[in-house]
């Protein structure tokens, strides 16, 4: 079978540009509706630097950073996603089922515990919490999660089958282990990370995309070089052997690439599940196995989802919004399952 | 092992729970000397001495004993169900499945008892193990999927708990502290609470024992011996759920005890199902009373909540297992 042979029933070639299209029309939706009642004649004074003071704030300082904000973000996981689905050839790895969106949880909450809580032992002073350093806590405890993943893989020499299975066990562990320094930490500040780890845009600002933008624009840069390596990594290790792959240098460069990925938006937007998960299944349907096609593809809905998905957590609720992880668990888990139900 | 060296084991590690209870009765912010618990607990009177040992200590170790005994139990039936050593409470989605509605109750029903919610994380439970087992197959299908589709179900859960918990306000603290799984502050009360859903799951465990073994070797070799499937499938999911039902409103999640004590007592080898059931509850009980000692001791006078130290000793076990192959499926060339 040749790197590019097309597979059964060649794809559309408007798929992507249709994408595209749906990219930029879930943009503008999101932009503009809201909770606030801005007429769109309001919304385009404020995107071009006039309008009401309240209008541009609403605009440019609430709306646009938590939108772009999602778009990076759910661009990274399904990218990350896509990646771990490929490496350990098991459709159903993602991000929060091996353990990396829990590494995230369990940082952010020792971080919290100790710049929170133990720097002020009187726990119902109100004080400036660090929200600006969750992103980079978040991502390190994703990265370490990433190196148990590692040490399984290559230390233990587990197969692929394996790694899922221990990467669940490492999740939940590492899950339990927040939850009760969670529950054990007891202070009035509490909502703060049980909004966190909800998965939410809520109160994204500039500085979370600007935290994001490094991560995403190097991801995608890294794409043309690893490209043959994934889909090489899609066989069993021999076999991607004789075709001249370095196995292991290549199964551990995109490990990082997308623990990274994974991590830093778990980091700045909380764990939202199953976009990992979804989205390449999603792309696979629409493209086939056209993997250059699926490969654009799950970038460009990894957008749409979570820029959609917000919109709807942001409109459903009311003054009280829906966060986004929670509205990706609602619509990821049918698919989910649907599609466990179909893999023979 | 033959029949009578599985007993002296079994009654081995009975006697290594109760040491453990006894022990556990002396130590906490205010330690207390041997003799004082002698003296407490054979001549109870309205001392501080007396009340530590038996309204404090007493029913939370024999709380944990039971619980862990109970979700030992209950790991064993689901994985003898599903031939997948991978199921267990937590694995398969029934603990998540048995919290969430508890939790949504008791934030936006408040009018519904504490005395319903073991029903309530029943028919959670139940609806729980229906989707996956449903995703699975029945355990027919690929065994990975038992456990992905689970951990699919109690992520699901999991994020609508988070949800609801946002709006539990002032109360989120306490459910929080329930949620990490821990048995701090319980009583005679909640113990007897969760002790029939416990029982009916062991007793019935033991009174199947041969229905369970004949489905160790296959569903068509079950049918084959006269094992009605339609039945008798229904009735052990029941059975493997009401313990963990029984167990969730009291104590939370407990972590990987149903997974390792059926994997711990199938390596001391018994022989026959009965004995395995035994040695499976005994040994359930005993890691969750030395688990619960440990937590409380850890960091007198705080306390942590047992759910992370069964997590942190459950989480290397399981990559044990699954490096030396013992969670290998039949078949399965992983």
Same mark, same amino acid.
């Given at each position: 079978?040749?790197?590019?042979?097309?597979?059964?029933?060649?794809?559309?070639?408007?798929? !992507?540009?249709?994408?595209?299209?749906?990219? !930029?029309?879930?943009?503008?939706?999101?932009?503009?509706?809201?909770?606030?009642?801005? $007429? /769109?004649?309001?919304?385009?004074? /404020?995107?071009?630097?006039?309008?009401?003071?309240?209008?541009?704030?609403?605009?440019?300082? +609430?709306?646009?950073?938590?939108?772009?904000?999602?778009?990076?973000?759910?661009?990274?996981?399904?990218? /990350?996603?896509?990646?771990?689905?490929? %490496?350990?050839?098991?459709?159903?790895?993602?991000?929060?089922?091996?353990?990396?969106?829990?590494?995230?949880?369990?940082?952010?909450?020792?971080?919290?515990?100790?710049?929170?809580?133990?720097?002020? $032992?009187?726990?119902?002073?109100?004080?400036?919490?660090?929200?600006?350093?969750? $992103?980079?806590?978040?991502?390190?405890?994703?990265?370490?999660?990433?190196? *148990? *993943? =590692?040490?399984?893989?290559?230390?233990?020499?587990?197969?692929?089958?394996?790694?899922?299975?221990?990467?669940?066990? *490492?999740?939940?562990?590492?899950?339990?282990?927040? *939850?009760? !320094?969670?529950?054990?930490?007891?202070?009035?500040?509490?909502?703060?990370?049980?909004?966190?780890?909800?998965?939410?845009? =809520?109160?994204?600002?500039?500085?979370?995309?600007?935290?994001?933008?490094?991560?995403?624009?190097?991801?995608?840069?890294?794409?043309?070089?690893?490209?043959?390596?994934? +889909?090489?990594?899609?066989?069993?290790?021999?076999?991607?052997?004789?075709?001249?792959?370095? =196995?292991?240098?290549?199964?551990?460069?995109?490990?990082?690439?997308?623990?990274?990925?994974?991590?830093?938006?778990?980091?700045?937007?909380?764990?939202?599940?199953?976009?990992?998960?979804?989205?390449?299944?999603?792309?696979?349907?629409?493209?086939?196995?056209?993997?250059?096609?699926?490969? $654009?593809?799950?970038?460009?809905?990894?957008?749409?989802?979570?820029?959609?998905?917000?919109?709807?957590?942001?409109?459903?609720?009311?003054?009280?919004?829906?966060? %986004?992880?929670?509205?990706?668990?609602?619509?990821?888990?049918?698919?989910?399952?649907?599609?466990?139900?179909?893999?023979? | 092992?033959?029949?009578?060296?599985?007993?002296?084991?079994?009654?081995?590690?009975?006697?290594?729970?109760?040491?453990?209870?006894?022990?556990?009765?002396?130590?906490?912010?205010?330690?207390?000397?041997?003799?004082?618990?002698?003296?407490?607990?054979?001549?109870?009177?309205?001392?501080?001495?007396?009340?530590?040992?038996?309204?404090?200590?007493?029913?939370?170790?024999?709380?944990?004993?039971?619980?862990?005994?109970?979700?030992?139990?209950?790991?064993?039936?689901?994985?003898?169900?599903?031939?997948?050593?991978?199921?267990?409470?937590?694995?398969?989605?029934?603990?998540?499945?048995?919290?969430?509605?508890?939790?949504?109750?008791?934030?936006?029903?408040?009018?519904?008892?504490?005395?319903?919610?073991?029903?309530?994380?029943?028919?959670?439970?139940?609806?729980?193990?229906?989707?996956?087992?449903?995703?699975?197959?029945?355990?027919?299908?690929?065994?990975?999927?038992?456990?992905?589709?689970?951990?699919?179900?109690?992520?699901?859960?999991?994020?609508?708990?988070?949800?609801?918990?946002?709006?539990?306000?002032?109360?989120?603290?306490?459910?929080?502290?329930?949620?990490?799984?821990?048995?701090?502050?319980?009583?005679?009360?909640?113990?007897?609470?969760?002790?029939?859903?416990?029982?009916?799951?062991?007793?019935?465990?033991?009174?199947?024992?041969?229905?369970?073994?004949?489905?160790?070797?296959?569903?068509?070799?079950?049918?084959?011996?006269?094992?009605?499937?339609?039945?008798?499938?229904?009735?052990?999911?029941?059975?493997?759920?009401?313990?963990?039902?029984?167990?969730?409103?009291?104590?939370?999640?407990?972590?990987?005890?149903?997974?390792?004590?059926?994997?711990?007592?199938?390596?001391?080898?018994?022989?026959?199902?009965?004995?395995?059931?035994?040695?499976?509850?005994?040994?359930?009980?005993?890691?969750?009373?030395?688990?619960?000692?440990?937590?409380?001791?850890?960091?007198?006078?705080?306390?942590?909540?047992?759910?992370?130290?069964?997590?942190?000793?459950?989480?290397?076990?399981?990559?044990?297992?699954?490096?030396?192959?013992?969670?290998?499926?039949?078949?399965?060339?992983?």
């Amino acid at each position: 079978m040749s790197l590019n042979a097309p597979a059964i029933g060649q794809p559309s070639r408007w798929i !992507l540009p249709a994408a595209l299209v749906l990219v !930029l029309l879930s943009f503008v939706a999101a932009v503009f509706l809201g909770i606030v009642d801005l $007429p /769109a004649r309001d919304v385009l004074s /404020a995107l071009t630097g006039t309008g009401s003071p309240e209008a541009r704030s609403i605009i440019l300082d +609430i709306r646009l950073p938590r939108i772009v904000t999602g778009i990076l973000a759910g661009m990274q996981f399904a990218l /990350a996603g896509l990646f771990l689905q490929t %490496i350990t050839r098991n459709p159903l790895a993602d991000p929060s089922l091996m353990g990396v969106s829990q590494g995230a949880t369990l940082t952010v909450t020792v971080f919290l515990l100790f710049t929170v809580y133990l720097a002020n $032992p009187d726990s119902y002073s109100v004080n400036e919490l660090p929200i600006a350093w969750l $992103p980079p806590a978040g991502m390190i405890g994703g990265m370490l999660a990433g190196g *148990i *993943i =590692y040490l399984l893989a290559f230390r233990l020499d587990l197969s692929p089958l394996r790694i899922t299975l221990c990467g669940i066990a *490492i999740g939940a562990v590492l899950h339990a282990v927040a *939850i009760g !320094l969670i529950a054990g930490w007891g202070s009035a500040r509490i909502e703060i990370i049980l909004e966190w780890l909800s998965g939410s845009l =809520y109160a994204r600002t500039w500085d979370h995309a600007l935290f994001l933008l490094p991560f995403t624009i190097a991801g995608l840069a890294m794409l043309p070089l690893i490209y043959r390596p994934l +889909i090489l990594l899609r066989f069993d290790p021999a076999v991607a052997r004789s075709f001249g792959l370095s =196995y292991k240098r290549q199964f551990s460069l995109v490990l990082l690439v997308s623990c990274a990925l994974a991590a830093s938006a778990v980091g700045a937007v909380g764990p939202v599940v199953f976009v990992g998960l979804i989205v390449p299944h999603l792309a696979r349907f629409l493209a086939g196995r056209h993997f250059p096609l699926v490969l $654009p593809l799950t970038v460009v809905l990894g957008a749409v989802i979570v820029t959609l998905g917000d919109l709807i957590g942001r409109l459903a609720g009311g003054p009280e919004e829906v966060p %986004i992880g929670v509205v990706t668990a609602l619509m990821g888990v049918p698919v989910l399952l649907a599609l466990l139900r179909k893999v023979p | 092992m033959d029949a009578r060296k599985s007993s002296i084991a079994i009654g081995c590690i009975v006697v290594a729970t109760l040491l453990v209870l006894a022990a556990g009765l002396m130590p906490g912010a205010r330690t207390l000397s041997f003799e004082a618990v002698l003296r407490a607990l054979v001549s109870p009177d309205g001392r501080i001495e007396s009340i530590l040992v038996w309204t404090l200590r007493l029913p939370r170790s024999l709380a944990a004993a039971t619980a862990g005994a109970g979700l030992a139990v209950s790991g064993y039936l689901l994985q003898s169900l599903t031939r997948n050593p991978l199921a267990d409470p937590g694995i398969t989605g029934v603990t998540a499945g048995a919290i969430a509605p508890i939790v949504v109750c008791f934030v936006f029903l408040p009018s519904v008892s504490g005395l319903y919610y073991p029903l309530v994380g029943l028919a959670g439970g139940l609806a729980a193990a229906s989707v996956t087992f449903w995703v699975a197959r029945g355990g027919n299908g690929h065994p990975l999927h038992l456990a992905l589709g689970g951990v699919s179900v109690s992520l699901f859960l999991g994020a609508i708990t988070i949800y609801v918990l946002l709006f539990a306000g002032p109360q989120s603290t306490a459910l929080l502290f329930w949620l990490a799984g821990g048995f701090a502050g319980r009583t005679w009360g909640h113990l007897l609470q969760m002790l029939p859903w416990v029982l009916v799951g062991v007793s019935g465990a033991f009174l199947l024992h041969r229905v369970i073994a004949m489905f160790a070797l296959s569903d068509h070799s079950a049918a084959a011996m006269g094992v009605q499937l339609n039945l008798w499938k229904p009735v052990l999911l029941l059975l493997g759920i009401c313990p963990v039902a029984g167990v969730a409103p009291v104590a939370g999640p407990v972590a990987f005890v149903g997974l390792a004590a059926p994997h711990i007592a199938k390596l001391l080898r018994p022989r026959g199902t009965a004995l395995e059931i035994g040695l499976t509850a005994a040994i359930g009980a005993l890691i969750v009373t030395a688990a619960d000692l440990v937590a409380r001791t850890i960091a007198i006078p705080k306390e942590l909540p047992v759910g992370i130290v069964t997590a942190l000793l459950g989480g290397p076990f399981f990559v044990y297992l699954v490096q030396r192959g013992r969670l290998d499926f039949k078949g399965e060339g992983a």
